[in-house]
């Protein structure tokens, strides 16, 4: 079975600080992650992925993440936050003997004061 | 343009009368996925399609339905809606085919937020 850990439920930063969202995974085979942002009332919006390659992907509205293999981590980062990045965000893991299933953890709602 | 479009955005029910929610997309893709969100949690997948090849989580229950008529048509039915049924319903998409399927993100609809009374 794969899952998803987010263990902070909550981040707060400041706008124009760096923001940092955890996430922690488990698979069978190599893991493809994603990381979503969901608005009040609206679906999932998709903001990036790792397949293979480089560790550091780039994504949508300035936002990166680091695969790390070794501590099967991929953590969403933003050099910059800013109010308007106040979200729930959402990891996402697919294994390659999974098929399909797409496994999301809990979310980690971040807020970014002015 | 919208992509992966659910109707209504918003479905009140009475307490066990039928409901249907209704999921299209223009992307042509294979997977269709339905998942179930309580309350800002994480989304809970229910089921989903391969083309017409139905795959059903362990733990849905009987209570919920789906249909796949086409590759641009999905339909979620709850037969009789209880109180713990109120929630997000989001359609997902995917695209399939070759393999490729594991490596591409999939593409939610804006949701469809049923309340029971």
């Known amino acids: 079975a794969q899952s998803v850990a987010q263990p902070e439920d909550q981040v707060n930063v400041a706008e124009g600080n760096p923001l940092t969202v955890k996430c922690t995974y488990s698979?069978?085979?190599?893991?493809?992650l994603f990381w979503y942002v969901q608005y009040p009332n609206r679906g999932l919006q998709f903001l990036l992925k790792?397949?293979?390659?480089?560790?550091l992907v780039k994504g949508s509205y300035g936002f990166e993440a680091e695969f790390n293999k070794s501590q099967t981590s991929f953590h969403l980062k933003k050099p910059s936050a800013l109010v308007s990045d106040s979200a729930l965000y959402f990891c996402?893991?697919?294994?390659?003997?999974?098929?399909?299933?797409?496994?999301f953890g809990g979310g980690t709602r971040l807020m970014v004061k002015p | 343009d919208a992509m992966v479009i659910q109707n209504p955005r918003y479905q009140v029910t009475q307490f066990g009368k039928p409901v249907t929610l209704s999921c299209s997309q223009t992307?042509?893709?294979?997977?269709m996925y339905w998942y179930q969100q309580k309350s800002s949690q994480a989304p809970k997948l229910l089921f989903h399609?391969?083309?017409?090849?139905?795959?059903n989580e362990a733990d849905t229950p009987d209570n919920f339905q789906s249909r796949r008529p086409n590759t641009s048509f999905c339909f979620l039915d709850i037969r009789s809606p209880g109180l713990g049924d109120a929630a997000m319903y989001l359609c997902?998409?995917?695209?399939?085919?070759?393999?490729?399927?594991?490596?591409?993100?999939?593409?939610f609809g804006q949701g469809t937020r049923l309340t029971v009374v």
């Open positions: 790792y397949i293979t390659g480089d560790n």
């Open positions: 698979v069978s085979g190599n893991p493809y």
């Open positions: 997902a998409t995917n695209a399939g085919g070759g393999g490729f399927s594991i490596f591409s993100e999939a593409f």
């Open positions: 996402a893991v697919r294994g390659s003997n999974a098929g399909n299933m797409l496994t």
């Open positions: 399609y391969y083309d017409k090849d139905f795959n």
């Open positions: 992307l042509n893709h294979n997977v």
